[in-house]
């Protein structure tokens, strides 16, 4: 199973840490990506990290804001968003691939095999 931590209500400018840590099912996963879903639109790939390499991707709206790294003693991935918009509100899932991911397909959900239950991350003054 995928547990996902860490969102909660800030202002913007704010950060929020983020963490996914897998159990259960660990062995031979390529990669962990976040997603994310605001009210009304599209779940949407926002950032994904290759576990055997640490090879990360991110969606353009958050290069520079949010940092995905990985502990793999842990099996944990984290999402550190950093100067967080209104637009940044969303809920945000994890998701586990076994295959391979590239930049281009980081966004198809139906790459992913695992999928965890969201957070809510809110950005609000």
């Not at 793999?72 to 994890?94: H, R």
Request: aromatic letters at 12%.
């Amino acid at each position: 199973q995928l547990q996902a931590s860490g969102g909660g209500s800030v202002q913007p400018g704010g950060s929020l840490r983020l963490s996914c840590t897998a159990s259960g099912f660990t062995l031979d996963i390529y990669a962990i990506a976040w997603f994310r879903q605001a009210p009304g639109k599209e779940r949407e790939g926002v950032s994904c990290i290759a576990l055997t390499d640490g090879t990360t991707f991110y969606k353009d709206s958050v290069k520079g804001r949010f940092t995905i790294s990985r502990d793999n003693a842990k099996n944990t991935v984290f999402l550190q968003m950093n100067n967080l918009k209104p637009e940044d509100t969303a809920v945000y899932y994890c998701a586990t691939s076994y295959g391979y991911i590239t930049r281009a397909t980081m966004s198809r959900a139906s790459l992913y095999d695992y999928w965890g239950r969201g957070t809510l991350v809110t950005v609000s003054s």
